[in-house]
Structure formats: C-alpha cells, structure tokens
C-alpha cells in the first residue's frame, strides 16, 4: 500500500504526510486495510461465506487469543518475552475447576477472580526470576512454563472434564446477543472491558509510560528515575492476573476442563501481538494494534473452510498471513530507524 | 551472606529432589510385590501406560475378570506416574528380578521398550503387547481391529444414522496421525463401495486434537455446507467439540456424530443426541485378550491366524500380513445413550 502512495511521485509528499498522519502509531491502518483486503477476497471468491454468523465465529475465536495477549503486551512492550501465559492461564483455569469440584461448591462470578488470584500467584515466579535475579525473560518464562504445567498435571489432575460446575457452566451458555446462527457469548464484555482498560493504562498513566520507557532504553529508564525493578515486578503480576482470567474463560467458553488445553497456542498469541506491532526488542505496542492482530489470525483461522480451501493447505495459508503481517511491521521498524514513538507523535501532530 | 542462603537453598532442593526419585521407584515396585508371589500361583504383570485414569482403571478391572475366571493366576497391573518411557521401562526393569511368568504391555512409546523388552524375552518371561504394532521383542502384538475395516465400521453406523444419504465432514486429530488418517481412508472406501448416496463434502480436517478447534472447525463446516447431515471424528476430543457446535445449532435431530472417543468425554453429549454414537475399544476386553494370548503361550501354544482367544471380539484374531507377530481382533464397540452406563472410563 505504500509503496504504490509513493509511486505517484506528483503528490507524493503530501500523501506520505498524509498516510504518515493515518497510518497510526503502530501500522494500526495497514493492518486495518489487509483485514478488510481479505474480507474483500472472500466476499468475491465465496459471496455466500460473508454473513453475520462469519463474524460472531470470529469474536468467539478471538476472544480467547485477546485476553491473553494483553498480558503478553505488556510485557512485550517492555522488552520481554513471555511463553509461561499458556500454562499459567490453563492451571488457573483447570484447578479452579476441580477446587469448586472437591468443595462441591458453585457460582459464576467468584471462580474467575480465584482463577485471577492464581494467576497472580504464578506470575510472581515470572516477576522474581525476571525483577529480583535479571533472568533472560524468554529463558526464564520457559522455565516457569514447563514447571507450572508439570505440577498442574502432577498434583492438580490429568483427568478430562466433561461437565462444568452448573451455575458457571449457565455462564459459558449466557449470549448477550445473536450475529447470525451465532451466540455471542457475554463473556465479550469483561474481555473488551480489560482491553480498554490496559490501553487507558498504557497511554494515560505514570505505570503505562514507565513501561514503553524500560522497553525503548533500560538505561534511560532508570536515569530519569524509573524503578525498573518494581515496574517490572507489576508488569508480570498483572500479566499473570491477566493469564489466569483468559484461562477461565477459555474454560467456561469451551464449557470443558482439560489440563492438556492452551499450551500450544502460544504462537498464535504471540503472533497476534506481534502483527498488532509490538516490536520483539521492545518500546512499542498498542492495544487497537493487537486487537486487530488478534481478528487478522482468527479471520484467517475461521475461514478457509468457508473458502473450500483443502486442509493440507491450512497450516501454509496461515502460516503465510502471519508472514505477511508481521513483515509489515517489520520493515516499517526497519523504515523509522527505531524512532522513538513520543517523537513521532510530535511529528504527525507538527 | 546471600550465596550463602543461596548454596543452602540449592543443597535443599537437591535433597528434596532425591528423596522424591527414591519414592517413586519404591512405590512403583510395591504394586507387584503386594500381589503375592505364592510359587503354585503364575504372575502376569499388566504395565501400562500411565497409573491412573479411566482408561487404564477399566483395564484394570478386566484383567481381575479374567484372573477369576482363570484360577491360579494371579494379575497384577503396574504403571508410572506419568505417561513417560523412562519410567516404564525402569518399571520392567525392576520388574525382571522377580521373574514374572509374563508381561502385558501398552507401550509408551514402542521403539525405546524393545532393549527392555528383548531382556525380559532373554529371562524367558512371556511379553505380549497392545498398541505397538511392528514391535519385535514380543510375542504377539493384539490390536483390537484393523485400522482401516474401523473406517468402514464407522461409516456403516454413520450410513444406518444419515439413512445411507447425504453430506458428511470427516475430522482428524492431525493430518500427520496415521492411525487417524487410516480411519478416514477406510470410512471413505466403505461409503464409495457400499453407500452411493453419501459425499464427504471436504478432505479430512485438521483439529490440531483440540477440541476447541473441533469446535470451530464444525461451526465452519455447518455454515458452509447447509445440507451437512453427518460427521465422524477421529480425536476423542473431536465429537465432544462437533457436538457442542451441533448443540448450540440445535440440529441434534438433524445431524449424525460418530466419532471414536470415551464416555468420559463425550458421553454427555448422548443424551440430547448431540453424539449418536461413539465408537472405540473396550481396554478390559484388550486387557484380556493380552492375557488370554499369554496363557496360551504360557502353557506351549502359539499365537496362529484365525485363533480364538476366548475374549469377545477376540473371537477369530487376524494375522497382519506385512508383521507376523502382529494380529487383530474385531473388537470395536459401540457406545449410544442406551448403554452408555455399562462403560465407566
């Protein structure tokens, strides 16, 4: 798409201003322009895919991939990496259920914030290992990954759930409305409420901008007076939190509890977040860029089918769509010479 | 002062770590020796997979059917805390000492049991095996059926269901299981050869054995083909996820599911007709038929084509062609709402 702005060489300064202007921090445009690219494809190659059902398919498929790529936003943005999200979220998710089951207990409300305090829990492993003994993040999230899950199916349970609590199980059938032959669940609304709010956190307080300060420069950070320290011990708490409520709604949605669920998942999260243009090296990131990262791989996921596409290809296509998205992001970093974004904000204002 | 409280914490776990090893491996060896080792009696040694769970449990109580019926042999099952190869072959190792007079295996992984296996057969302890077709330290390997007369099994219980006509979707738990892929070749042949009017709408489909993905694999395939009447599922997760899309539909009168899988899983679902049928292998009839293979070893037979091992749908076993200790039984069952409560796992 810009590259074809800049080939009409005769407005082609007030059109590179003018897209710089749209493009958003974060490609956010770009991305917004392939999703409706597609969309236009599927519409012409199979008019009759294209129905209301289609896109509630999507929100039910994306939900999921949202919750828990907020978490791993956040740290993204400050520079790290997280693969223990997965595991966190399906223990909090799994032993929730099986605690209200030995307790023969129910309800519908109170087990998602048992399933937060869980994640809480287990994303302080993450927050000492990363704030207290500077692990690498990657090295030290792969650790607490494969430990979690370890203990989850050693201690917690191996067993398959087929039938969930009553009154939470009520919760994964409870639509808030109908797209099409699809329900959409009413578990969208605490998804997009959290998303909403991360994003108000990240641009409009003291935490928020300490956390793209530590991603863009570490050093900075602290000379100017940030803790990295303790903002790095809240970053892996909250994500944690954030982990253990996507886990339960994975749960309550799929209306199963299986210890063997979400991990695997992971890259598709993490491509999310990363399409959505979070750099890997830290310093960038929104929340509207990982939402739509999020609806480009569902949209993707839930419509080769629809297209006739034969299995066998599936994995490729997919696989080539994230290509394409975060091939975007990456030459646009590349493009920007890792301008930091509070400049570049001054210069679209300008 | 903090390399210290550092050292000290590492020694700790060091420590822990031991005299957690040292209580597995006195644990698994106690299962065997609690069984009794009076010399009149003959000990089979079931090793399974994993300790624990349905699956196995319900093993568990056909092997004590069969030592029953079968006095003067006293059957003991045994297994890891895990479903690791490391630990069982350290179980079967343990195991050798005190010589069993057979061993029943479900492997873990087949390949990495043969060295312990091959030991077992030098100490001349009879080993029979189930799932590990192609193993060679074995006598006989019982499969409970052909893979691909499975296929055909569930097409006829899908064909009798959809009333021989219409649209069905066949799902996998992976295009690369091929056990999986077998199944949907055999249940593809079956509806060519014998159901005219029934169309598989797509190639088989990915559910990455995930019974999410099932899920929005199946939503996908009720919008695209309207008309779809039928779906088999190859993954115990896939039915459970096919019918949940089917039930929230609400076109359980209109849509056929047969898929293997366990009541466990998927048993809920049979009650509003979500699933029709579920379709597998009973493991305590597996279990038997392994013991009853051994018996017959035991007292100098050997295990031929066309023998009958006693065991329902072990009746008239099958000898593969390609793998000579390689046999088959006709030992699928089906599972509908009916009599779903004589399967608990």
């Not at chain 1, 899950?149 to 994964?172: M, T």
């Not at chain 1, 339960?248 to 063997?260: D, E, I, K, Q, T």
């Not at chain 2, 004590?64 to 069982?88: F, M």
């Not at chain 2, 279990?287 to 009746?315: F, H, Q, R, T």
Request: aromatic share 6%.
């Amino acid at each position: 798409m810009s590259t074809a702005v800049a080939d009409s060489s005769t407005v082609r300064d007030r059109m590179s201003a003018l897209w710089r202007r749209y493009r958003g921090e974060n490609n956010e445009t770009t991305l917004l322009l392939l999703i409706l690219a597609l969309v236009g494809v599927m519409a012409i190659v199979e008019p009759s895919a294209i129905t209301l059902g289609f896109f509630g398919d999507i929100i039910r498929s994306g939900i999921v991939t949202l919750a828990l790529a907020l978490g791993l936003l956040m740290i993204i943005i400050s520079g790290g990496m997280d693969v223990s999200f997965p595991a966190i979220a399906i223990f909090a998710g799994y032993a929730t259920i099986t605690l209200m089951q030995s307790l023969g207990v129910d309800g519908a409300v109170w087990p998602f914030v048992v399933a937060v305090a869980m994640g809480l829990l287990l994303g302080s492993l993450n927050a000492v290992l990363v704030a207290r003994y500077k692990m690498e993040t990657l090295i030290a999230t792969l650790g607490t990954q494969v430990i979690i899950r370890g203990v989850l199916i050693a201690f917690i349970g191996s067993v398959y759930i087929s039938v969930l609590p009553a009154q939470l199980d009520a919760v994964g059938a409870t639509s808030i409305m109908q797209l099409g032959g699809t329900q959409v669940n009413v578990l969208v609304i605490p998804v997009l409420v959290l998303a909403g709010a991360l994003a108000w956190v990240l641009r409009r307080t003291m935490f928020g901008r300490s956390i793209y300060a530590i991603g863009g420069d570490k050093e900075s950070a602290k000379r100017v007076g940030i803790s990295v320290k303790k903002v790095q011990v809240a970053i892996y708490l909250v994500a944690g939190a954030l982990a253990g409520f996507g886990g339960m709604v994975h749960v309550v949605l799929s209306r199963h509890a299986s210890p063997f669920e979400i991990v695997g998942t992971e890259l598709n999260v993490i491509a999310a977040v990363v399409i959505g243009g979070a750099l890997d090296s830290g310093g960038r990131g929104s929340v509207r860029g990982t939402i739509l990262g999020v609806v480009l791989i569902s949209l993707v996921q839930n419509s080769l089918i629809r297209l006739g596409v034969s299995s066998y290809w599936h994995v490729f296509v997919v696989g080539l769509v994230v290509l394409a998205g975060v091939a975007i992001q990456a030459r646009s970093a590349a493009a920007t010479h890792r301008r930091t974004r509070i400049l570049e904000r001054l210069e679209t204002a300008a | 002062m903090m390399s210290t409280q550092r050292s000290v914490s590492l020694v700790a776990t060091i420590v822990a770590g031991g005299l957690l090893l040292t209580a597995c491996s006195g644990g698994s060896g106690d299962d065997v020796s609690d069984g009794g080792s009076d010399s009149s009696e003959v000990q089979i040694v079931n090793v399974v997979k994993l300790s624990g769970g349905d699956w196995f449990n319900r093993m568990e109580v056909g092997n004590q059917e069969w030592a029953a019926a079968n006095p003067g042999y006293v059957v003991t099952q045994t297994a890891g805390d895990d479903a690791s190869e490391e630990k069982q072959i350290a179980i079967i190792n343990d195991l050798l000492p005190q010589q069993p007079a057979a061993l029943t295996v479900v492997p873990n992984s087949p390949e990495s049991l043969e060295n312990v296996l091959s030991r077992a057969q030098e100490a001349g302890i009879v080993v029979i095996t189930h799932e590990a077709p192609g193993i060679e330290n074995a006598v006989a390997n019982i499969e409970a059926f052909d893979n691909a007369a499975y296929g055909g099994f569930q097409m006829d219980l899908l064909a009798q269901c959809m009333g021989e006509e219409g649209q069905y979707a066949h799902m996998v738990g992976s295009l690369t299981v091929a056990s999986h892929n077998v199944w949907a070749d055999g249940a593809l042949a079956q509806a060519e050869a014998a159901y005219p009017g029934i169309e598989r709408v797509t190639d088989a489909i990915s559910s990455d054995e995930d019974q999410e993905t099932a899920y929005q694999r199946a939503r996908e395939l009720l919008a695209t083909y309207p008309d779809i009447s039928g779906f088999i599922g190859a993954a115990s997760t896939d039915i459970a996820g096919i019918g949940r899309a089917v039930q929230e539909a609400g076109m359980q009168d209109d849509i056929c599911v047969v898929g293997t899988s366990t009541p466990s899983t998927a048993g809920a679902l049979l009650e509003d007709g979500s699933v029709d049928v579920i379709t597998g292998w009973d493991p305590a009839l597996a279990g038997e038929a392994m013991l009853a293979a051994s018996k017959i070893v035991l007292d100098g037979g050997e295990i031929v084509d066309g023998m009958d091992l006693g065991i329902p749908g072990y009746e008239s076993i099958t000898q593969d062609s390609a793998i000579p200790n390689n046999f088959f039984g006709a030992a699928w069952i089906q599972i509908t709402s009916e009599n779903v409560a004589d399967y608990p796992f």
